[in-house]
Each structure stands twice: as C-alpha cells, then as structure tokens.
C-alpha cells in the first residue's frame, strides 16, 4: 500500500527526515516510537501533504501511485486518513454538514437525510458517544477524549483505506482509550485498511497489537520488531534497548 524510498525531508532548512525507509502492506498495523524531535509526527505532515515540510529527496508511492504529485485533498480523497494529536476546533461548520458534503465526495453519491441520519446514529452507538455531536461544531468545545471520539467518526463514515494515528492515546483517559482501541480493532477486522501508530507508550499497543514496531532515531528507521519490542522500550527506555538488542536498518 505504502512504499516510501530514501525520504529526505527539511523544515527551514533544517533536515528532520534522512534517507528514511518504510513499506506497509495492505491490512497491516504498524507502530512508530521514538524519542521526541525524531520525526515521527513529520512523517504524518509529509504524507498528508503539508508544505510546510519540503521533500528534498527520496519517493513515495501509495498503492502505486506517486503520492507526492497529489495535493492534500486528492490524498484524503484517495483514503489516506489522519487523526492529529490536536484536532482543530472548526467553530460554526456542524460535524453533520461536513460528513455529509465529504461522504457524497468520497462515494461520487447522494446521500438522503434518512439515509445518512442512519449511518450518523449507528457510528455514535459503536463510539459510545451521544448522538448530539452529529449537529455539533467540530471539535467545538470538546475534551481531548471527546476530540478524538469525534475524529473517529468522521473516520467511520468515511471509510479510508490508510489511516495515521499521531498520538491518538494522548490526553485522553483510560475508559476513552478503551472505547478508542476496541473501535479501531473493529474498523480494522471488518475493512481493507492499514494503520501507521505514532506513539510513545505501550497503551494503545496493548489494545491494537502491531504487525511491526520501528524505532526512529536520526531521521530514520534504527530497529523493527514485533510487539515486544515495544515491551521492551517501554521497561528499559530507548538508550536501554540499544544495550540489549542488535541495532538493525528496516528494509
């Protein structure tokens, strides 16, 4: 699904990313930890497009295609999806009004108020949430709990096919991150999806075993495990597990 080459990326002339290598399959769950300042959030911007980020070399194709000829919203429209560790606040424009202008985008379809009320009311069930966000301003006036809640379902109605989680267990309480992890488990089992974890902790991963865990140090992919090396940086921190384990590129 996923194939990024030699990526280089810089912020004000400051390099972030170098020569950074990462391959995701279709239905795979891949996690990314590392030290703050490594660049695990800039791998989101870039893949989501954000010019802020200039791409000074490397490549990257998503489902074959050259992900970095395309603008943010032919990236979304194409099922890249990205649930931020700080989900704007969208004060005045109702979740509703949104989804339903996004949905008929997405499906190229019209969608009646029935119909889609229909699909509104059954994602509130799935995300214990009450049914008045479908009319509220998005992320207006919501805890971080409620703001990550709130992103999932748009996620749910939607229906991406690769989804960036930056930080999604961040601010948000352990009842919410049951809730959040046990709805994203189920979008996984029921759809062709992959999922990219940017995380610090084994919380999430607890819930949402990865495929993969990469570490990142140095603009680049230092060691890829299973879970338990998450288990591992989790007991012994990063320096510790570079004690422990054989340092390793990802390929």
Known sequence: MLEIKNLTVSVDKKIILKD????????????????????????????????????????????????????????ARNGIYLVSQNPIEIEGVKNSEMLKIALESVKGKHYDVFEFSKIMNNVCEKLNIPKSFIHRGINESMSGGERKKNELMHLWVLEPFFILLDEIDSGVDIDNLNIISKSLKE?????????????????????????????LNDGKIVE??????????????FNGTNNVRKKKDYE
């Open 20 to 75: 950074f290598n990462l391959n995701i399959k279709n239905n795979e769950i891949h996690a990314l930890m590392g030290l703050n300042g490594t660049g695990k959030s800039t791998i989101c911007k870039v893949l989501m497009g954000d010019d802020t980020y200039k791409v000074e070399k490397g490549s990257i194709l998503y489902n074959g295609k050259d992900l970095l000829n395309m603008d943010t919203t032919t990236r």
């Open 187 to 215: 979008y996984f089992d029921t759809h062709s999806c992959s999922i990219l974890i940017i995380t610090h902790h084994t919380n999430i991963l607890d819930k949402i075993r990865p495929n993969y865990v990469h570490v």
């Open 224 to 237: 890829t495990g299973d879970y338990k090396l998450a288990q591992d940086i989790e007991k012994l921190g």
